[in-house]
C-alpha cells in the first residue's frame, strides 16, 4: 500500500464521499440517510453529525441566505448540508456544483460537493472531487475515511480498506473510521472483523447510536440475537429502547432477505458516522 492511497484512486470521479446512502452510507444503518442501503457508513461531515430538531426550517433560512449572496461558498456549503438534510440530493449536488465551479481551489467546498455526489450516488464522480480535496503532503483524514466508504460501495473492499488505514495513522483509534472499517467487513461478509472494529469503535464511544446500532447489526447476523438486543436497549428509555429492537429486527430481516437473494452489498446509510 502507498502511503498516501488516495493517489491511486483518481479514478473517474467519486467526487465527495458519500457513498451508499451517506456514506456507506456506508453501512448498517447510520449516518446519513440515503436511499441506498441498510448498512452504512460516515462521510465524514461533522456539521452532520448534529442534526437539527427542525431542518425544513433550517433550510428555508439558508435558502433566503444563500440567495441573498450565491457567491459565498460558506453559504453555499451550509445550504447544501441542509438540502441534504431534508433528502434534497439532486439539489444539493447542483448547489455545490456551482459553488466548486466559482471556487475551484476552495478545498473545503470541494469535500463538501464529493459528499453531496456520494450521498446523491454518484460515487465514481465522487470519488475524483474527493481526491482533489486534500494532497499527499496534507492529508485529511475524513476525507480519507469517506473515500473508503465510497469505495465499500463500489465494492473496491481491499482498496477501501487502505484508506481506512491511512486515516487511522493520522488518528488511532478514531472511532468514525473503525465504525466505518467494520461496516466495510460487514459488506464483504466477513462478520468476525467486522464485529472485531465495531467493538473496538463501540468501546471508545459507547454512546454513539450509529456505532451502537453497526455492532448490534452485526451480533444480529451471526444469530447473536438477545446481545444485539441488549447493547441497543443499552441506557435507552423503555419506549426508545423497543423502537430500536422493532428497528434492528426490520434491519435484520432486510439483510437475511438480501443474502437470501444473493445481494452483494447492504442496506441504508444510516450507520456511518459523520
Not at 134 to 160: F, K, M, N
Amino acid at each position: 500500500m502507498s502511503r498516501y492511497p488516495f493517489k491511486q484512486g483518481r479514478v473517474a470521479r467519486l467526487v465527495v464521499i458519500a457513498a451508499s446512502s451517506a456514506a456507506l452510507a456506508l453501512g448498517l444503518c447510520g449516518c446519513q440517510t440515503t436511499a441506498s442501503s441498510d448498512i452504512t457508513g460516515a462521510l465524514g461531515d461533522k456539521a452532520e453529525a448534529s442534526p437539527s430538531a427542525d431542518p425544513r426550517r433550517d433550510l428555508d433560512a439558508y435558502r433566503e441566505r444563500y440567495r441573498a449572496n450565491p457567491k459565498d461558498p460558506a453559504l453555499a456549503l451550509q445550504y447544501g448540508r441542509a438540502l441534504r438534510a431534508n433528502g434534497e440530493r439532486s439539489q444539493a449536488v447542483a448547489v455545490l456544483e456551482q459553488a466548486s465551479i466559482a471556487n475551484p481551489k476552495n478545498k473545503v467546498v470541494l469535500a463538501g460537493y464529493g459528499r453531496a455526489l456520494a450521498d446523491n450516488g454518484n460515487f465514481q464522480q465522487a470519488l475524483d472531487v474527493l481526491s482533489q480535496a486534500h494532497t499527499p503532503e496534507d492529508p485529511d483524514w475524513r476525507i480519507l475515511s469517506a473515500q473508503g466508504a465510497v469505495l465499500d460501495q463500489l465494492g473496491r473492499y481491499d482498496e477501501a480498506r487502505q484508506y481506512y488505514a491511512a486515516a487511522l495513522k493520522i488518528v488511532p483509534d478514531e472511532p468514525s473510521v473503525l465504525s466505518n472499517l467494520g461496516l466495510s467487513y460487514v459488506l464483504s461478509k466477513d462478520l468476525p472483523k467486522a464485529e472485531e472494529a465495531l467493538r473496538r469503535a463501540h468501546g471508545l464511544q459507547e454512546r454513539d447510536p450509529r456505532v451502537r446500532m453497526n455492532l448490534a447489526v452485526v451480533l444480529g447476523l451471526e444469530g447473536r440475537a438477545a446481545e444485539a438486543e441488549g447493547i441497543v436497549k443499552a441506557e435507552l428509555p423503555p419506549e426508545e429502547a423497543t423502537a430500536k429492537v422493532a428497528e434492528l429486527k426490520r434491519l435484520l430481516a432486510r439483510k437475511e432477505a438480501s443474502s437470501e437473494r444473493g445481494a452483494g452489498r447492504s442496506p441504508e446509510a444510516a450507520t456511518r458516522p459523520n
